[in-house]
């Protein structure tokens, strides 16, 4: 399966499970975040910069949360749509290596965007709750750049020649949506 649009997730949401008919569901999902580090070491909560919106075609798998079935599942990756590439994603860390400063000025204090591992938890077909389930040093956290505040920018990022998630090459043929 390919990704989800947003009025098809939000149909399944509605629907319910279609083994129990109960509308508890677990999304997960790989979606983009910020996280302010400290000499190399998280300082912060993740901060979702995914919105709600955006959030179904990140999703990879929706679990009902009262019998286990599977509504929804995926494998290609949810940033590149590479075949395998959630696979690659979840066993992995494709990212950036945290610094432990930033490399022109040497401040300590860095704001890291990344695309991490996470899971929605949704009740009666509402958003209750977003878990990040990969910690900075498990596979399934990928940090995409890292910005310093003295240095007003990005001060180093995933080359633009692979997926920071999944790992992929963008030398390769990228699919088609």
Do not use: S
């Given at each position: 399966m390919s990704a989800l649009e947003a009025?098809?997730?939000?149909?399944?949401?509605?629907?319910g499970c279609p083994s129990c008919?109960?509308?508890?569901?677990?999304?997960?999902a790989i979606a983009t975040g910020v996280m302010q580090f400290l000499d190399g070491e998280p300082a912060s909560a993740m901060e979702w910069t995914t919105s709600r919106d955006d959030l179904p075609a990140r999703v990879y798998r929706l679990e009902c949360s009262e019998c286990g079935a599977t509504p929804f599942q995926r494998d290609d990756c949810p940033t590149c749509r590479a075949p395998g590439g959630t696979a690659r994603a979840l066993a992995g860390?494709?990212?950036?290596?945290?610094p432990k400063a930033c490399p022109q000025c040497g401040l300590g204090d860095l704001s890291l965007t990344v695309e991490a591992?996470?899971?929605?938890?949704?009740?009666?077909?509402?958003?209750a709750r977003r878990v990040l389930d990969a910690e900075p040093h498990e596979p399934g956290f990928h940090i995409a750049k890292a910005d310093c505040a003295d240095c007003d920018g990005t001060v180093v990022s995933v080359p633009e020649i692979r997926c920071g998630v999944c790992g992929r090459s963008s030398l390769l043929r990228r699919r088609p949506s």
């Open positions: 009025p098809a997730f939000a149909a399944l949401l509605a629907n008919g109960k509308r508890y569901f677990v999304a997960r860390r494709h990212g950036i290596a945290a591992r996470m899971h929605v938890e949704y009740t009666i077909g509402r958003e």
